[in-house]
């Protein structure tokens, strides 16, 4: 679905600066999802959000990662004094309120170099 | 929580014969599944899903089933083409509002030789 814009496409950090993902979710999509894709492997949840609340991050790594979902404005993943092990796609997703299946956007992939 | 395990890892056929993709999870609150195509270097996309309310559904030549007491589902593929090829995911999902929620099994790259 084209709907969910993501950006940047590509992004290269080097290690110990912060990177700041951003996910536009489909219009009048409330609940957002952020995954993470390791080379080869499939995707990981990290973190559910809808407008100013985080509603499940027990995917999230426990330090350097937060998310947010502000009521204007695209949601934000940050990762703060990226490591190399942080190098891999990824995908935010939205659905609708009522409960229905999640849209990707095309991701982000970060290089930590 | 949930843990989902795909079958095979690698899936090749060649065109026009039929591809069958399995997986199983563990958590039977689960009632959401749905199956995802993922190109090289591009976003999942939504192929077909099923509810824990119905056993089988079909999609032109897609088609997923369910069996929720051996909390198993498959995805068949018949008539396969070469544009068929890429990554294939399963994933089950509590819904209610955390449809989006989704734990995926590791992935079936299928190869579809002309």
């Known amino acids: 679905n084209a709907g969910v814009m993501q950006n940047p496409r590509h992004l290269v950090r080097r290690r110990g600066q912060e990177a700041r993902l951003r996910c536009s979710p489909v219009?009048?999509?409330?609940?957002v999802y952020w995954y993470r894709q390791l080379p080869e492997e499939g995707l990981k949840f990290m973190v559910y959000?809808?407008?100013?609340?985080?509603?499940?991050e027990s995917g999230m790594p426990k330090e350097r990662f937060s998310a947010e979902f502000p009521k204007e404005g695209p949601s934000i993943l940050r990762i703060q004094q990226v490591v190399r092990g942080d190098s891999a796609a990824y995908f935010c997703?939205?659905?609708?309120?009522?409960?229905?299946?999640?849209?990707f956007g095309q991701g982000t992939r970060l290089t930590v170099v | 929580g949930e843990n989902v395990e795909q079958h095979p890892s690698t899936l090749s056929v060649q065109e026009g014969d039929s591809a069958v993709i399995k997986c199983t999870y563990s958590?039977?609150?689960?009632?959401?599944f749905p199956w995802y195509k993922q190109e090289l270097g591009k976003r999942p996309q939504l192929i077909i899903d099923?509810?824990?309310?119905?056993g089988e559904k079909k999609d032109q030549r897609i088609a997923v089933t369910l069996n929720k007491t051996a909390k198993h589902f498959s995805l068949h593929i018949t008539e396969t083409q070469p544009e068929d090829s890429a990554v294939y995911f399963c994933?089950?999902?509590?819904?209610?509002?955390?449809?989006?929620?989704?734990?995926f099994g590791q992935g079936t790259i299928l190869t579809v030789h002309p």
């Open positions: 958590d039977s609150a689960s009632n959401y």
């Open positions: 099923i509810r824990s309310n119905v």
């Open positions: 219009k009048g999509h409330s609940h």
């Open positions: 994933a089950a999902s509590p819904g209610g509002t955390s449809y989006g929620k989704l734990t």
């Open positions: 997703a939205s659905s609708p309120q009522q409960a229905n299946e999640a849209f």
């Open positions: 959000l809808q407008k100013e609340n985080i509603i499940d």
